[in-house]
């Protein structure tokens, strides 16, 4: 590990910190206010994930840049960030197409 990976992680670290801090808090407000007690349902867990996501995507983002992470793993981040960008991305068409009992009245 060089001098410089580790100089440079430190300093975009501290220039993410307060961003990343801001939405991680807003984060956990929002899943502490979440009812645990409704049912959880595929769409239901589909915008779970994806409201997580939007928390912790400054993260993801500030984790595939940094230098002292070995380019592999930065890679497999920065993947991981863009397969749930994409599926954010179709999460409204998705709650759009789905009907509660739908599937009840195709049968029928």
Do not use: C, H
Not at 54 to 81: C, N, Q, Y
């Amino acid at each position: 590990m060089s001098t410089n990976s580790k100089e440079q992680s430190e300093t975009t670290i501290k220039n993410s910190k307060r961003a990343v801090d801001r939405s991680v808090r807003a984060l956990m407000q929002e899943m502490e206010a979440e009812n645990t007690l409704v049912a959880e349902t595929p769409l239901s867990r589909l915008q779970k994930v994806l409201k997580i996501y939007r928390g912790v995507k400054p993260l993801l983002a500030v984790l595939g840049s940094l230098p002292l992470i070995p380019s592999t793993w930065r890679a497999a981040i920065v993947m991981f960030d863009q397969a749930l960008e994409a599926l954010s991305g179709v999460g409204g068409e998705i709650t759009a197409q789905f009907k509660a009992g739908k599937d009840l009245v195709e049968q029928e």
